[in-house]
């Protein structure tokens, strides 16, 4: 916040609002693009275009540019953060390591090459990199903004306050996580132990919850893999 002088003079945030406006009109071209043309690719855009609200009404613009956009983020930035992480913590735990690379060979005999069968056949591999996010989480804090007044814990929140949820303090918070400095995967695997918590977050939660996390995880454990 110090520096909101030195970014404002310098036109940095100018040029980055542009490139924000040029990458939004890029995905319009795209969107589009696909609307004229008579090929159905079968892919997320087809999806994200022919989905449908209960009403029958499809997204409008602006909302399918923004869920696009969500999702690039979530395929490459926050998974690369995610993913330095993770391998960080595997090579400190050379055991670790090992037993990922014999999930990995015994699941390539049983996929036989199926892709989706080979993702179902490594848990300990996907249970790694949750309790990576865990430790570090790729976003280590969430933001919102409430629409009307509200109260928490005698403490008034009037609308349109900035709140700021500290991802990183609640899933290394050992009243939510037994031994939360430990790095132990094998805690996403036993569900109703006490190790195990509710307390976690790395896609977020609720009706916001991020559109990629599916996505992300296929492909962190196709990374590790």
Request: charged residues 30%.
């Amino acid at each position: 916040p110090y520096l909101n002088w030195y970014f404002k003079l310098s036109g940095k945030i100018e040029a980055a609002v542009d490139r924000s406006k040029e990458g939004r009109e890029i995905v319009r071209e795209l969107i589009n693009d696909r609307r004229n043309s008579s090929i159905k690719e079968d892919d997320l855009l087809d999806m994200l275009l022919d989905a449908r609200y209960e009403d029958g009404e499809a997204m409008e613009d602006e909302q399918l540019i923004d869920e696009i956009l969500i999702l690039f983020t979530a395929g490459h930035e926050t998974t690369s953060n995610a993913l330095s992480f993770t391998t960080q913590l595997i090579a400190k735990h050379p055991k670790v390591q090992e037993k990922i690379s014999a999930e990995i060979n015994t699941a390539k005999e049983l996929a036989n090459g199926d892709q989706m069968t080979f993702l179902k056949e490594t848990p300990y591999t996907k249970n790694v990199i949750e309790e990576a996010m865990r430790i570090y989480p790729p976003a280590y804090f969430i933001d919102r903004i409430n629409f009307q007044d509200d109260e928490f814990n005698e403490m008034v929140i009037p609308k349109g306050t900035n709140l700021l949820f500290s991802v990183i303090e609640i899933q290394n918070d050992e009243r939510f996580w037994k031994q939360p400095d430990m790095f132990d995967p094998t805690r996403f695997s036993r569900m109703q132990a006490k190790d195990y918590s509710g307390y976690y977050f790395p896609f977020g939660a609720g009706p916001r919850m991020c559109i990629g996390n599916n996505f992300a995880m296929y492909e962190m454990v196709l990374a590790i893999a």
